[in-house]
Structure formats: structure tokens, C-alpha cells
């Protein structure tokens, strides 16, 4: 099993938005729930939004609003649609599937909310 591949991370200026992606083989989106998670510079990882095959969708009340979670379980891929960002939001965003515990991670992709 190949770890997840995430991708669209950039330097954005409070207000902004970016899109994330994530790319994994089959395996691994067999699984039923995909998560994004961050990982902010001293602090623990932590789940930011949840969805299954199903698309039923979880957020964290920090993302609550803000942040539109999408999966395409035929192309294998999920995506994390972030608007209305905050310095606070300043990670390493990585996808993974939850309950994944055999499942690598991946190198995941740097967001930095910043004027």
C-alpha cells in the first residue's frame, strides 16, 4: 500500500482560499471514512473533516463553515475546499483514512495563512 499523495497547499492571506487534493490508490479508499488532518508547528494532529463513501461529511467546529470536505470514490481521489482562512489555520494538511492504522502516512501539504 502506497501512502496518500496531498497536494494545493500554498501562502495565502487571511480572507483567501485554497483547495486541497489528495491522491490514493484504491486500497486505501476502500476504507469507509477519508479524513483531512493538520498538523500546526508544536501542536499535535489533529482531524479537521471526515467523509464517507457515502458522503456523509464531520467538521470540526474550528472548520465549521469554512471548510467543504468532497471525495470521488471513482477516481480514487478527496478534496478539501477552504475558504474564509485564518492565521490559525497555518499546517501541514495530510489525508488519511480513519482507521487506517496500517496505512503510511503521506508527506502532506504545507498551508500558511499569512499577510
Request: proline share 5%; with cysteine.
Amino acid at each position: 500500500q502506497v501512502q496518500p499523495v496531498e497536494s494545493g497547499g500554498g501562502l495565502v492571506q487571511p480572507g483567501g482560499s485554497l483547495r486541497l487534493s489528495c491522491a490514493a490508490s484504491g486500497s486505501i479508499f476502500n476504507f469507509n471514512t477519508m479524513g483531512w488532518y493538520r498538523q500546526a508547528p508544536g501542536k499535535q494532529r489533529e482531524l479537521v473533516a471526515t467523509i464517507t463513501k457515502g458522503g456523509i461529511t464531520n467538521y470540526a467546529d474550528s472548520v465549521k463553515g469554512r471548510f467543504t470536505i468532497s471525495r470521488d470514490n471513482a477516481k480514487n481521489t478527496m478534496a478539501l475546499q477552504m475558504n474564509s482562512l485564518k492565521p490559525e489555520d497555518t499546517a501541514v494538511y495530510y489525508c488519511h483514512p480513519i482507521m487506517g492504522f496500517s496505512i503510511p502516512w503521506g508527506q502532506g501539504t504545507q498551508v500558511t495563512v499569512s499577510s
